[in-house]
């Protein structure tokens, strides 16, 4: 069946820590991946998209992702986090106009 | 860039009442929209796909009967939950789907209370 899977419910960091937040995805062929993150009572907002081309997507707010085919991977990454970053983050797949969404991870930022 | 307005962001109703959520893209005409349903600490949930000009699609378990869609124009798209019952109180969310840039866009979303 097809889904995407973030494996971490709850991620706690270190601000001015690195972050990497999971996703991974089965589907056939290779849809289109998305990273949205979500502050309480929100809707989303669009961090960055991967379609094709380079693997390596940069986004805003400082966040990357990079798609690996081979792992079905979408791994989210920030080299250091902020205090604003606390929120919960959800990874989504679009494959053929058909949009699904992970569990969502939360993350929680220490002083 | 593509803005997508829902309204209102927060409803109280009585229970057997009618609560109508309109989703509207200001920027950009969106042939589809989704509509989607959040409970707390969860993750989004499609309810259904919203096409202007057709019937929405409605994905499985999703009462068609009680969560009315209608997409009239480009830039419109309003769910209706009809008889709500305090089990419909959830955080809904719409999407646009921007066909010339190709993204979507989410409303704020509305938080629905039913009493």
């Known amino acids: 069946a097809q889904s995407v899977t973030q494996p971490d419910i709850h991620i706690t960091v270190s601000e001015g820590a690195s972050l990497e937040l999971r996703c991974n995805y089965s589907y056939g062929a290779t849809p289109y991946l998305f990273w949205y993150v979500q502050s309480p009572g929100q809707g989303l907002q669009l961090l960055l998209k991967?379609?094709?081309?380079?693997?390596l997507v940069q986004g805003i707010k400082g966040f990357e992702a990079e798609f690996k085919r081979s792992q079905s991977s979408f791994n989210l990454r920030k080299p250091s986090v902020h205090w604003s970053d606390a929120a919960e983050y959800f990874c989504?797949?679009?494959?053929?106009?058909?949009?699904?969404f992970g569990a969502g991870t939360r993350l929680t930022v220490k002083p | 860039g593509a803005v997508v307005s829902q309204h209102p962001s927060w409803v109280i109703c009585k229970s057997g009442t009618s609560v109508k959520i309109e989703c509207r893209s200001l920027?950009?005409?969106?042939?589809?929209m989704f509509w989607y349903r959040q409970f707390p600490k969860q993750s989004l949930m499609l309810m259904a796909t919203?096409?202007?000009?057709?019937?929405?699609?409605?994905e499985q378990g999703v009462e068609k009967d009680k969560f009315l869609i209608n997409h009239a124009s480009l830039t419109l798209s309003t769910l209706t939950v009809t008889s709500a019952h305090p089990e419909d109180s959830s955080f809904y969310i719409c999407?646009?789907?921007?066909?010339?840039?190709?993204?979507?866009?989410f409303g704020s979303g509305t938080r629905l209370t039913v009493v």
């Open positions: 991967y379609f094709s081309g380079d693997t």
């Open positions: 989504a797949v679009d494959n053929n106009n058909d949009m699904r």
């Open positions: 919203s096409n202007e000009g057709s019937k929405a699609t409605y």
């Open positions: 920027d950009f005409q969106a042939t589809t």
């Open positions: 999407s646009a789907r921007d066909t010339t840039n190709y993204g979507y866009t």
